[in-house]
């Protein structure tokens, strides 16, 4: 069974930076997703990254943005996000699917992390 969790959520100021971590188990074959809920909203999906790391495909409103890499030596995804805007703010999920490749939708991710919170304010 995969385990994942989130780590490195918190609130920063417009324009600031932060870097999520998602530790997975037994899932170095597995792509990879994050994806975002603010309150109120559906779930938005942010970025899909391969199982070894040489594909990913980024959601239109954090295109150039944020940035997502893997080590699977360290069996850890990363969401570097950079120039942060308050639209940012939600809970950030990390997701994992059965198969290598890159997805977009929830339904296409079998397992999740909890969650982290980030807050971004004006």
């Known amino acids: 069974h995969v385990q994942l969790v989130e780590s490195g959520g918190g609130s920063v100021q417009a324009g600031g930076s932060l870097r999520l971590s998602c530790t997975f188990s037994?899932?170095?074959?597995?792509?990879m997703g994050w994806f975002r809920q603010a309150p109120g909203k559906e779930n938005e999906f942010v970025v899909s990254?391969?199982?070894?790391?040489?594909?990913?495909l980024y959601g239109d409103p954090v295109l150039g943005r944020f940035t997502a890499t893997r080590d699977n030596g360290k069996n850890t995804v990363y969401l570097q996000m950079n120039n942060l805007k308050p639209e940012d703010t939600a809970v950030y999920f990390c997701a994992a699917k059965d198969g290598i490749g890159l997805h977009t939708k929830a339904y296409g991710y079998n397992y999740w992390g909890q969650g982290t919170q980030v807050t971004v304010s004006s």
């Open positions: 037994q899932c170095n074959q597995c792509g």
């Open positions: 990254i391969s199982a070894n790391g040489d594909r990913t």
